[in-house]
């Protein structure tokens, strides 16, 4: 089993900045993509940024040029710079990851996890 551990939530100003962590931990995985989404109340979830192993990062249009994410390989998490924020940014964020658990004789199972989200507010 692999757990998605987020951090970095929070209120902010209109124009300042959050940095947002997800950790994978867990036995015996494989990380093939690790992204964010998020969902305002009233709306439904939409992808925010998302990266691949091999470096291939997807931006949604609205926070092009003022969101940035970025992986560490080594520590398998994922950050997302949030950078210029807009009220339009609330949401509960959510991490996810695309990866492959094996089993004690290394079968892969390819699954996707969820963290448990965490709150953005934008507001003055």
């Known amino acids: 089993q692999v757990q998605l551990v987020e951090s970095g939530g929070g209120l902010v100003q209109p124009g300042g900045s959050l940095r947002l962590s997800c950790a994978a931990s867990g036995r015996r995985f494989s990380i093939h993509a690790m992204g964010w989404y998020r969902q305002a109340p009233g709306k439904q979830r939409e992808l925010v940024a998302s990266?691949?192993?091999?470096?291939?990062?997807n931006y949604a249009d609205s926070v092009k040029g003022r969101f940035t994410i970025s992986r560490d390989n080594a520590k398998n998490t994922v950050y997302l710079q949030m950078n210029s924020l807009k009220p339009e940014d609330t949401a509960v964020y959510s991490c996810n990851a695309d990866l492959s658990e094996y089993s004690v004789t290394w079968n892969p199972t390819r699954r996707d996890y969820w963290g448990q989200g965490t709150q953005v507010t934008v507001s003055s």
């Open positions: 990266k691949s192993s091999g470096g291939v990062t």
